[in-house]
Nanobody, 124 residues
Framework: VQLQASGGGLVQAGGSLRLSCTAS????????MGWFRQPPGKEREFVAA????????IYADSVKGRFTIFRDNGKNMAHLQMNSLKPEDTAVYYC??????????????????WGQGTQVTVSS
């Protein structure tokens, strides 16, 4: 499956952005989807993940209550709604997929397919 992330940009602290991940190729509904981010000079970190059917989600503590992951299997898309953004949310955001026969996970090396990344910059 090929993934393409979009929707990043520059936003003031307290603002909102919605990231989108568009999938093409194999059956999108066969994959759990995750969002990760890589802040400047830091390692890639987990943000959120959702099961293939969209019936369960998990979040990093740092974004819980502010970010929401959801998906539309009919449109082959996953989204990350980001509210109450903070400067520390500044990072390149990546969407990723893993086959649904594996547990929903938070480690980057568990995910097989990756999008190209979209930059999110939050100004103070």
């Amino acid at each position: 499956v090929q993934l393409q992330a979009s929707g990043g940009g520059l936003v003031q602290a307290g603002g909102s952005l919605r990231l989108s991940c568009t999938a093409s190729g194999r059956t999108f509904s066969s994959y759990h989807m995750g969002w990760f981010r890589q802040p400047p000079g830091k390692e890639r970190e987990f943000v959120a993940a959702i099961t293939s059917r969209g019936d369960r989600t998990i979040y990093a503590d740092s974004v819980k209550g502010r970010f929401t992951i959801f998906r539309d299997n009919g449109k082959n898309m996953a989204h990350l709604q980001m509210n109450s953004l903070k400067p520390e949310d500044t990072a390149v955001y990546y969407c990723a997929g893993k086959p649904r026969q594996y547990p929903l996970g938070t480690k980057p090396n568990e995910y097989v397919y990756w999008g190209q990344g979209t930059q999110v910059t939050v100004s103070s």
